[in-house]
């Protein structure tokens, strides 16, 4: 095509266009900008040496590929006069390296002002619209300055629309990429569209602005010598391009291999930390995954039928504990690696003599401790990539997630789909951060994004369905704030346990961050005597009972504990009316204040709290259908009691520890005393001495049953997930409600009493289970 006719000297030079550059200049500038969006992508905070490194390397790549390059690449598309190369436009050197750095330059302002948010604001957004299109628009008529041999005008309507295309297509291809952006998709094509809608912003800007621009007094001093060809220039800008690619592919490549290893993963045991800003934003990587290691490939149990590394194994209850005790795990994680490279050297030699397989080496009868001292390491290993502290790596979070490798529609219609489909697990440890932490971390290349926006990409990396993994984060973000704890208080409880077929208890635990039992709390912080002689009458009535004593005359008469009376009416009124009703007529209350740990708050006087309880043992078939509550097994809510922040239990734990390290390294001829840590030296101090047999008969745990080992103090444990009850002979004093029991539902070695073993005893008390309504029979409500 043309745009003039040829003239004489003093009018414009005719023009027109070789089709093939403009549609390279396309390519090449489209290829630019998807490498300037896929870099802006894994940004995640404005500080960081890493983010500073993403925000100057898109700045090059959008002005330098998806802007100069186009520039020079179209304009060597035109051709003046009859193509005579005496004639065609010369560029000066000095113009063409301004017209380069000079984008890079109001790009780099561009995206620091757009930000780093999971999803930026329209102000921010049109901000970097205006900046960007004003580098498109300033770059190309600085270009257009170097032009050496001719003379240029330039149309005012042609510059104000091509002002305009470039801002305005800039705005909505930024606009559109940081609005999906927010959603964390992850799909190329969408980055693609936006990448090529900022081409269309590049080359729709440069062609409007060159079908407006005429050339005139052609100075014929100015000679061709040095200037670069036509193909001379499309090889150096092909070279940046290349750049570009290489980019794009490393990307992809990253991307494939993170794909991979998540259906890798899906088939291991894995540890993934959920942190959580003051926000309550999830932290993920770039890739919008999890920070993950492998514990092992597969757990395996003393049988087959054990296969699952579940929440109530005595394995995962150690490191639920572990977790709570960084500090000392800390000092024996050297240790700890150093026996499992060992061992992994033997099972070498082992597996190379005897011709046995890795499952053969997996049914060893201490794979329990084996996995013990992987989850450590791993946990180590983890903190160390995340550049954080291990006592900074938050605590596990109390269930397990079980992750399913997906099967091929092939594999399906073939039958296979039972052969191919492996299962793994995932724990997982949660914390919540500060600001100060949070931001570092940002800095050192993780994001952070809210729950539902990571939840359609992070249910595909890590294979489990969308529904149960955003209801899973959400009870860890509040889990990593209250950690099931009591509030500080009097609290009214209902504790409820139901049996399994696993000849187990379930507990009835609340969700969220209130407490950790269905319960209603009462304004009062104290109990007084008063109130204890009030509370006494009721020992062993129900709901109904308690209820209708309390507004009673009888219980009118207690006029110091009037204001004590009628909290306790609307506290069972609220408690009464979230249970269901045969949970209600099958409760007992007990008269005796419990004693439970809560969570420190600047308004507390203490880290105690007071419950008073309704206690009952009910059938198999119990479902409770409000959505606030769920069953929880009783022996890792006993667990998770028993390590909340007021009761750790450090040297009980501290006491195990030295103990299993102590019986790992007798077990190896090859590490001699010396070769012993001094940290697992230091832990002996937990060591009990050695104790004369005694005639009394102890009393039998619930979980741990020992075997004597010729190890002097050193104990091998079979773990029997048996819940038993043993009473000792009742108080005589029932006007409280006291009751002598001694029964505990123990959960590691040195495991202590807390008011879960309690709860537990008073659900089997007579006093609570056979006392008649005696109220109920005899009195009339006035």
């Given at each position: 095509?043309?745009?003039?006719?040829?003239?004489?000297?003093?009018?414009?030079?005719?023009?027109?266009?070789?089709?093939?550059?403009?549609?390279?200049?396309?390519?090449?500038?489209?290829?630019?900008?998807a490498?300037?969006?896929?870099?802006?992508?894994?940004?995640?905070?404005?500080?960081?040496?890493?983010?500073?490194?993403?925000?100057?390397?898109?700045?090059v790549?959008?002005g330098?590929?998806?802007?100069?390059?186009?520039?020079?690449?179209?304009?060597?598309?035109?051709?003046?006069g009859?193509?005579?190369?005496?004639?065609?436009?010369?560029?000066?050197?000095?113009?063409?390296?301004?017209?380069?750095?000079?984008?890079?330059?109001?790009?780099?302002?561009?995206?620091?002002?757009?930000?780093?948010s999971?999803?930026?604001?329209y102000?921010?957004i049109?901000?970097?619209?205006?900046?960007?299109?004003?580098?498109v628009?300033?770059?190309?008529?600085?270009?257009?300055?170097?032009?050496a041999?001719?003379q240029?005008?330039?149309?005012?309507?042609?510059?104000?629309?091509?002002?305009?295309?470039?801002?305005?297509?800039?705005?909505?291809?930024?606009?559109?990429?940081?609005?999906?952006?927010?959603?964390?998709?992850?799909?190329?094509?969408?980055?693609?569209?936006?990448?090529?809608?900022?081409?269309?912003?590049?080359?729709?800007?440069?062609?409007?602005?060159?079908?407006?621009?005429?050339y005139?007094?052609?100075?014929?001093?100015?000679?061709?010598?040095?200037?670069?060809?036509?193909?001379?220039?499309?090889?150096?800008?092909?070279?940046?391009?290349?750049?570009?690619?290489s980019?794009?592919?490393?990307?992809?490549?990253?991307?494939?291999?993170?794909?991979?290893?998540?259906?890798?993963?899906?088939?291991?045991?894995?540890?993934?930390?959920?942190?959580f800003?003051?926000?309550?934003?999830?932290?993920?990587?770039p890739?919008?995954?999890?920070?993950?290691?492998?514990?092992?490939?597969?757990?395996?149990?003393?049988t087959?039928?054990?296969?699952?590394?579940?929440?109530?194994?005595?394995?995962?209850?150690?490191?639920?504990?572990?977790?709570?005790?960084?500090?000392?795990?800390?000092?024996?994680?050297?240790?700890?690696?150093?026996?499992?490279?060992?061992?992994?050297?033997?099972?070498?030699?082992?597996?190379?003599?005897?011709g046995?397989?890795?499952?053969?080496?997996?049914?060893?009868?201490?794979?329990d401790?084996?996995?013990?001292?992987?989850?450590c390491?791993?946990?180590?290993?983890?903190?160390?990539?995340?550049?954080?502290?291990?006592?900074?790596?938050?605590?596990?979070?109390?269930?397990?997630?079980?992750?399913?490798t997906?099967?091929?529609?092939?594999?399906?219609?073939?039958?296979?789909s039972?052969?191919?489909?492996?299962?793994?697990?995932?724990?997982?440890?949660?914390?919540?951060?500060?600001?100060?932490?949070?931001?570092?971390?940002?800095?050192?290349?993780?994001?952070?994004?809210?729950?539902?926006?990571?939840?359609?990409?992070?249910?595909?990396?890590?294979?489990?369905?969308?529904?149960?993994?955003?209801?899973h984060l959400?009870?860890?973000?509040?889990?990593?704030?209250?950690?099931?704890?009591?509030?500080?208080?009097?609290?009214?409880?209902?504790?409820?346990?139901?049996?399994t077929?696993?000849?187990?208890?379930?507990?009835?635990?609340?969700?969220?961050?209130?407490?950790?039992?269905?319960s209603?709390?009462?304004p009062?912080?104290?109990l007084?005597?008063?109130?204890?002689?009030?509370?006494?009458?009721?020992?062993?009535?129900?709901?109904?009972?308690?209820?209708?004593?309390l507004?009673?005359?009888?219980?009118?008469?207690?006029?110091?504990?009037?204001?004590?009376?009628?909290?306790?009416?609307?506290?069972?009124?609220?408690?009464?009316?979230?249970?269901?009703?045969?949970?209600?007529?099958?409760?007992?209350?007990?008269?005796?204040?419990?004693?439970?740990?809560?969570?420190?708050?600047?308004?507390s006087?203490?880290?105690?709290?007071?419950?008073?309880?309704?206690?009952?043992?009910?059938?198999?078939?119990?479902?409770?259908?409000?959505?606030?509550?769920t069953?929880?097994?009783?022996?890792?809510?006993?667990?998770?009691?028993?390590?909340?922040?007021?009761?750790?239990?450090?040297?009980?734990?501290?006491?195990?520890?030295?103990?299993e390290?102590?019986?790992?390294?007798?077990?190896?001829?090859?590490?001699?005393?010396?070769?012993?840590?001094?940290?697992?030296?230091?832990?002996?101090?937990?060591?009990?001495?050695?104790?004369?047999?005694?005639?009394?008969?102890?009393?039998?745990?619930?979980?741990?049953?020992?075997e004597?080992?010729?190890?002097?103090?050193?104990?091998?444990?079979?773990?029997?997930?048996v819940?038993?009850?043993k009473?000792?002979?009742?108080?005589?004093?029932?006007?409280?409600?006291?009751?002598?029991?001694?029964t505990?539902?123990?959960?590691?070695?040195?495991?202590?009493?807390?008011?879960?073993?309690?709860?537990?005893?008073?659900?089997?008390?007579?006093?609570?289970?056979?006392?008649?309504d005696?109220?109920?029979?005899t009195?009339?409500?006035?």
């Amino acid at each position: 095509m043309s745009a003039s006719d040829d003239h004489r000297d003093g009018l414009p030079v005719a023009v027109h266009y070789l089709a093939g550059y403009i549609f390279l200049s396309y390519v090449v500038s489209t290829m630019g900008c998807a490498t300037t969006l896929e870099l802006l992508h894994r940004r995640t905070s404005k500080a960081g040496l890493y983010n500073w490194y993403l925000l100057l390397t898109s700045s090059v790549t959008m002005g330098g590929i998806g802007i100069w390059c186009m520039h020079f690449i179209g304009n060597r598309a035109i051709v003046l006069g009859d193509g005579a190369a005496q004639i065609q436009i010369v560029y000066s050197v000095a113009f063409t390296g301004v017209s380069f750095i000079l984008p890079v330059v109001v790009l780099l302002a561009a995206f620091y002002a757009i930000g780093t948010s999971e999803k930026a604001g329209y102000l921010r957004i049109v901000m970097g619209g205006a900046l960007t299109g004003s580098a498109v628009c300033g770059m190309h008529y600085i270009g257009q300055l170097g032009i050496a041999n001719y003379q240029c005008s330039y149309k005012a309507a042609h510059v104000v629309g091509a002002a305009i295309i470039a801002i305005f297509a800039s705005t909505v291809a930024l606009g559109i990429f940081f609005r999906w952006r927010a959603t964390w998709t992850n799909s190329w094509w969408r980055r693609g569209i936006c990448g090529c809608l900022l081409a269309i912003a590049v080359s729709g800007m440069h062609w409007t602005a060159a079908v407006g621009t005429s050339y005139k007094q052609h100075d014929q001093s100015v000679k061709q010598g040095g200037q670069l060809s036509r193909s001379q220039t499309v090889i150096i800008c092909a070279v940046l391009a290349c750049v570009s690619c290489s980019v794009l592919s490393a990307c992809a490549i990253a991307a494939g291999g993170d794909r991979r290893r998540s259906r890798t993963k899906a088939r291991q045991v894995v540890l993934s930390c959920v942190f959580f800003d003051p926000a309550g934003r999830v932290m993920v990587t770039p890739h919008a995954g999890l920070p993950s290691k492998k514990i092992v490939d597969r757990y395996r149990g003393k049988t087959f039928n054990d296969d699952d590394l579940t929440r109530t194994h005595s394995a995962f209850l150690w490191a639920f504990r572990a977790s709570r005790n960084w500090k000392l795990v800390t000092d024996v994680v050297p240790f700890m690696r150093s026996r499992i490279e060992s061992e992994k050297a033997a099972t070498h030699q082992y597996t190379q003599q005897d011709g046995a397989t890795d499952e053969d080496t997996e049914m060893q009868s201490d794979f329990d401790g084996s996995f013990k001292q992987h989850f450590c390491v791993t946990a180590q290993d983890l903190a160390e990539e995340l550049r954080q502290p291990l006592p900074d790596m938050g605590v596990l979070y109390d269930d397990i997630l079980t992750t399913t490798t997906p099967v091929s529609r092939f594999s399906r219609a073939m039958g296979y789909s039972r052969l191919s489909a492996n299962k793994g697990q995932m724990m997982f440890t949660v914390r919540q951060l500060s600001r100060h932490d949070a931001a570092r971390l940002a800095a050192s290349g993780l994001r952070f994004t809210a729950i539902e926006n990571v939840i359609p990409v992070l249910s595909r990396r890590i294979h489990i369905p969308p529904m149960t993994l955003a209801a899973h984060l959400r009870d860890m973000r509040d889990y990593a704030t209250s950690g099931r704890n009591f509030e500080p208080g009097v609290h009214l409880v209902s504790f409820v346990m139901r049996p399994t077929v696993h000849d187990n208890f379930e507990v009835l635990t609340a969700k969220g961050i209130s407490n950790p039992l269905p319960s209603s709390s009462l304004p009062i912080k104290r109990l007084q005597i008063a109130h204890l002689e009030l509370l006494s009458h009721m020992e062993g009535w129900t709901v109904s009972t308690c209820l209708n004593w309390l507004k009673s005359e009888t219980a009118r008469a207690y006029r110091d504990a009037d204001a004590f009376r009628q909290q306790l009416i609307q506290a069972m009124g609220n408690l009464s009316s979230v249970m269901p009703p045969d949970i209600n007529s099958a409760s007992r209350f007990s008269a005796r204040p419990l004693i439970a740990p809560c969570r420190p708050t600047r308004h507390s006087d203490g880290n105690n709290c007071i419950i008073l309880p309704f206690c009952v043992v009910s059938t198999l078939d119990t479902q409770i259908s409000n959505p606030d509550f769920t069953f929880m097994p009783l022996r890792l809510f006993r667990v998770q009691q028993q390590v909340n922040d007021g009761f750790t239990g450090a040297d009980a734990f501290a006491k195990e520890l030295s103990q299993e390290l102590y019986y790992s390294n007798a077990r190896s001829s090859s590490t001699t005393d010396p070769e012993i840590a001094p940290s697992v030296r230091a832990l002996r101090r937990f060591w009990p001495k050695r104790k004369q047999p005694s005639d009394k008969m102890s009393t039998t745990s619930q979980e741990t049953l020992a075997e004597h080992s010729p190890f002097g103090e050193i104990t091998v444990r079979k773990e029997v997930k048996v819940d038993i009850a043993k009473l000792a002979e009742l108080s005589t004093q029932p006007t409280l409600g006291r009751h002598a029991s001694q029964t505990t539902v123990l959960a590691g070695d040195s495991a202590s009493g807390t008011y879960v073993d309690d709860l537990y005893n008073l659900c089997y008390s007579p006093n609570i289970r056979l006392r008649p309504d005696t109220f109920q029979q005899t009195s009339t409500v006035s």
